[in-house]
């Protein structure tokens, strides 16, 4: 019932940016947060940045100056700004988010969206 569409990965040489965008759609209610995720083979799924639909925002470690996340309620579209990029930043990056569908019961959801790679080589 709830969809969420990333773009922007791709491949960049080390210090360059990108910009990853991500849109939900579906019978969504209300929006809690949304945010990014990444993973490479053979390790867990790690959180990047989070961010509440009233601006809080929390961040990994490792991204910590480098990466900024901004949320667009109306558009129900998150972004992550990543600069300064460094080769272990290569991964699938995924969307999330989680709020409350339309509907008797205000039932809530965390969704997934199917990732979007991102490769910087040095």
């Known amino acids: 019932q709830v969809q969420l569409v990333e773009s922007g990965g791709g491949t960049v040489q080390a210090g360059e940016s990108l910009r990853l965008s991500c849109t939900a759609s579906?019978?969504?209610?209300?929006?809690?947060?949304m945010g990014w995720y990444r993973q490479t083979p053979g390790k867990r799924r790690e959180m990047v940045a989070t961010i509440s639909s009233s601006g809080y925002t929390n961040y990994g470690d490792s991204v910590k100056g480098r990466f900024t996340i901004s949320i667009e309620n109306v558009k129900k579209t998150v972004y992550l700004q990543m600069n300064s990029l460094k080769p272990e930043d290569t991964a699938v990056y995924f969307c999330?988010?989680?709020?409350?569908?339309?509907?008797?019961?205000?039932?809530?959801?965390?969704?997934w969206g199917q990732g979007t790679q991102v490769t910087v080589s040095s």
């Open positions: 999330s988010a989680d709020g409350t569908l339309y509907g008797p019961g205000g039932r809530s959801f965390g969704s």
């Open positions: 579906g019978s969504i209610f209300s929006l809690n947060a």
